[in-house]
């Protein structure tokens, strides 16, 4: 049993490969002054990097976890999501509020996602 980690650090790794399955941690913009709908680029666009470092797409994505700072978010999250996400590859996804550990995020992605 191989378990691959990638930019390990003292407390997470931004991903694990396990089995031909990709475990990401949860992704958050560094520009935090940014409104929903640029936070939510941004961290897709990690989204895209850490599965492109590894050999996977957003094609990929088997299920998605989205945490939002607060509900008034939804919209403006979604609208960047629906841009983002490839039509007939949409993943399972659950989109829940949450206290995020820094108050100045407005959003935090979790992803699994399989190898090419």
Request: glycine content about 6%; some cysteine; overall charge negative.
């Amino acid at each position: 049993m191989e378990i691959k980690r990638l930019h390990v650090g003292k407390r997470l790794s931004e991903i694990a490969v396990h089995n031909e399955t990709v475990y990401l941690a949860g992704q958050i913009a560094e520009d935090t002054t940014q409104d929903i709908e640029g936070q939510t680029r941004e961290v897709l666009g990690h989204v895209d990097r850490l599965l492109n470092e590894v050999g996977s797409d957003k094609t990929c994505i088997l299920t998605c976890q989205i945490y939002i700072s607060d509900m008034a978010h939804f919209a403006g999250m979604n609208a960047v999501w629906d841009e983002w996400v490839p039509q007939g590859h949409t993943p399972p996804r659950a989109t829940v509020e949450a206290k995020l550990a820094n108050p100045a995020c407005l959003v935090e992605i979790c992803i699994t996602a399989a190898l090419r």
